[in-house]
């Protein structure tokens, strides 16, 4: 099962080799959940930006329960349409996206192996462009770069890691950044404007910035705990 939203791109193409497929397919314009509960909270529900690889693989018993809420919708559609029609199809379009969150939640957990190689080469990943020139060249590893680097989209990468580690793709950066900072406070005599420069801050007083908000207390008073 997979999610699009306005504007991303798709295409089926059939595969005679193969044995015919069935399925089903909902398409919701934009202007129908206008103005409704469902317009409030659309954007929380992150798997509406997955890349179409990163589909929702679903058990027997899920894929029963989405398709009863689909086989409701198909039904209060055809039914003569009253004031209560909208907001029940918007209820059962609500419930929906609820389960398919839950189950992407149990999915991160499940295909253990294939979610804790991703955290791996994360983790590598991060390792080697915090040990390269890449950080005076190009600054701090975006999010975007990051999730292009592990050929995923990055509202995946997020959500996976939130399930895997409690923190984003955003926090593992600083946390690697942090972690590269207390090793130069502590082993070498470079100056706090040095340690910023060489870790892609462009002024001093936004490391130390970040550094206390991380730690709790400023690089330099850092570095004399040490002495």
């Not at 397919?25 to 798997?47: C, E, R």
């Not at 990943?125 to 770069?145: C, W």
């Not at 995946?156 to 130069?184: C, F, M, P, S, W």
């Amino acid at each position: 099962m997979f999610f699009v939203s306005p504007n991303q791109v798709f295409r089926i193409a059939p595969e005679p080799t193969k044995a015919e497929r069935s399925g089903w397919m909902l398409l919701v314009h934009p202007d129908f959940i206008w103005n409704t509960s469902l317009a409030k909270t659309i954007k929380q529900y992150g798997f509406l930006e997955y890349a179409v690889n990163e589909a929702l693989f679903l058990s027997e018993k899920e894929e029963k329960t989405l398709n009863g809420i689909i086989e409701n919708i198909q039904q209060e559609y055809q039914s003569n349409i009253d004031k209560f029609s909208k907001q029940i199809i918007i209820s059962h379009i609500e419930a929906l996206l609820n389960y398919s969150e839950r189950f992407y939640n149990r999915q991160f957990i499940t295909r253990e192996k294939a979610s804790h190689q991703i955290l791996e080469r994360l983790e590598k990943l991060l390792s080697d462009y915090f040990n390269s020139d890449e950080l005076i060249s190009k600054g701090l590893p975006t999010v975007q770069y990051v999730a292009n680097k592990l050929n995923v989209s990055p509202g995946y990468l997020g959500n996976l890691l939130r399930v895997l580690t409690g923190q984003n793709t955003q926090q593992h950066i600083h946390d690697k950044l942090i972690e590269k900072a207390k090793e130069k406070l502590s082993t070498s005599d470079l100056s706090i404007s040095e340690i910023a420069y060489e870790l892609g801050f462009e002024h001093s007083q936004a490391f130390s910035r970040l550094f206390k908000s991380k730690t709790n207390q400023p690089p330099l008073k850092f570095r004399q705990s040490f002495n």
